[in-house]
C-alpha cells in the first residue's frame, strides 16, 4: 500500500461550516469561545473571485467571518441563493461543516493528484493573496476538502 501522503503539508488549517443565519451564528460561536465578534464580509464578485461552479463561471457570492482560534481557523459561510457548493450543502444537508482545508504550494499538482482520486473540483476561485479550489471528496473522506493556496 502506497503510505506516501496524497497532500503536503498534512496540516488542517481550517473548518468551514454552513449556517442559515450567520449573524446569529457568529454571535453564538462568539459567545461560546470568549472572543469579539468578527467582522463578517461578502466573499468577492465575479470580476474578482473568476468563481466557477463546475467548471461554469458564476455571480454566487456568500457572507463569510472567520474565527482565529490557537491551532486552526473557524469559518462560517451563507450563502446566498446562487449556484454554489455553498447553497448545495445548505440544501442537501443542512447546517454544519462543509468541508477542511489546507494550505498547499502547488495546487495545480495538488488537485491532478486528487483529481487522479477521483475527488473532482466542484468550485473555485481567487481571493485577495491567492486562489482556492473545493474538491468533491465525500464519498471517500466524508466531508468536501478545500484547498488554499497563496501568493
Do not use: C
Amino acid at each position: 500500500m502506497d503510505k506516501q501522503s496524497k497532500i503536503e503539508p498534512k496540516v488542517v488549517t481550517q473548518i468551514g461550516f454552513i449556517v442559515k443565519d450567520i449573524g446569529e451564528t457568529t454571535r453564538s460561536f462568539a459567545e461560546f469561545f470568549g472572543v469579539d465578534i468578527p467582522e463578517i464580509n461578502w466573499t468577492g464578485e465575479y470580476k474578482e473571485a473568476q468563481q466557477q461552479y463546475k467548471g461554469k463561471p458564476v455571480e454566487s457570492r456568500a457572507k463569510q467571518t472567520f474565527f482565529e482560534m490557537e491551532n486552526i481557523q473557524l469559518e462560517l459561510i451563507e450563502p446566498d441563493d446562487g449556484p454554489s457548493t455553498w447553497r448545495d450543502h445548505l440544501e442537501q444537508h443542512g447546517e454544519g461543516v462543509h468541508h477542511i482545508a489546507f494550505v498547499v504550494k502547488d495546487m495545480k499538482q495538488t488537485v491532478k493528484t486528487l483529481e487522479g482520486l477521483n475527488m473532482p473540483v466542484i468550485q473555485k476561485g481567487e481571493y485577495q493573496g491567492g486562489r482556492y479550489a473545493y474538491l468533491d471528496s465525500f464519498n471517500q473522506l466524508k466531508v468536501m476538502l478545500e484547498l488554499l493556496e497563496n501568493d
